[in-house]
């Protein structure tokens, strides 16, 4: 029998197998339609709402900082969320905290804060049991290590032009600003300073009658202004673990969990 006579006689078959290859196709892309919102269209449960996961994040930077060797301190600490979207549109009533502590230009330099301590944090974030996202560098000094614990948090350490320790709830229901309490700086950051970058939060000032154990001082009531060091913030819109504005060439954006 020729080819074209053996192709022939297997019509049936072929047209079976694609029949079904494209029926799996069809419920993949349904499902993936779904996102993980699954077919009954609610959005995931989370352990926290925004003013509940501040103090938890908050602690999750506080843990980290008591096991790295030698800490110098932080520079700065901001707040503020990134949106959660579903089929890429943003949906209002959830949002991804990041809570930012980052080490400054001068600081970033040092070898310990660039390169040990990410050694340092990968054995202790393992030792924990968190799930590892991002483990990645290059040859020019970026590193990107990130983690995420049961409870949604995730950890990630962001070796760039500035090191900086960084936390996000994942997406969470938004809370009324007014509800949001105001949490003291960890890691050396004096509260109410132009380093502690939340003012946008209290537009009143600082609460005035919480202390820090750590500085012993009291909460000023000024509203601060973000230092230099600390407006490269990422725009809108896009991914958190991306390149920064002023930083073109730095590493390939990691994972994205801004997503419902």
């Excluded at 602690?59 to 980290?64: G, P, V």
């Excluded at 990134?82 to 959830?94: Q, R, V």
């Excluded at 009291?218 to 509203?223: A, C, F, L, R, V």
Aim: proline share 9%.
């Amino acid at each position: 029998m020729s080819a074209v006579g053996t192709l022939r006689g297997q019509m049936p078959e072929i047209l079976k197998l694609a029949e079904t290859t494209l029926a799996v196709v069809a419920v993949v892309i349904a499902t993936a339609g779904c996102g993980v919102f699954g077919m009954s269209g609610k959005p995931p449960e989370s352990a926290y709402t925004q003013a509940e996961a501040y103090t938890p994040m908050e602690q999750a930077i506080a843990d980290t900082i008591e096991i790295l060797p030698d800490f110098p301190g932080f520079t700065y600490r901001s707040w503020r969320e990134l949106p959660c979207s579903h089929n890429g549109i943003d949906n209002p009533d959830y949002t991804n905290i990041e809570i930012s502590y980052g080490f400054g230009e001068e600081l970033s330099t040092d070898p310990k804060i660039r390169e040990t301590y990410v050694d340092v944090l990968r054995e202790h974030w393992a030792e924990l049991g968190y799930t590892t996202r991002t483990d990645e560098g290059d040859d020019t000094g970026f590193y990107n290590l990130s983690v995420k614990r049961e409870d949604g948090i995730a950890l990630w350490y962001k070796a760039w032009r500035i090191v900086s320790l960084n936390v996000q709830s994942g997406c969470v229901p938004v809370s009324d600003i007014d509800e949001i309490e105001y949490v003291p700086p960890a890691g050396g950051i004096e509260p109410g300073s132009d380093g502690d970058i939340v003012d946008r939060y209290f537009p009143d000032g600082i609460p005035t009658e919480e202390t820090t154990e750590e500085t012993g001082n009291e909460i000023g009531d000024e509203t601060t202004t973000p230092p230099d060091h600390a407006t490269s913030t990422t725009p809108s819109g896009t991914m958190p673990w991306q390149h920064e504005p002023n930083d073109p060439d730095g590493p390939a954006p990691g994972r994205y969990d801004g997503l419902l």
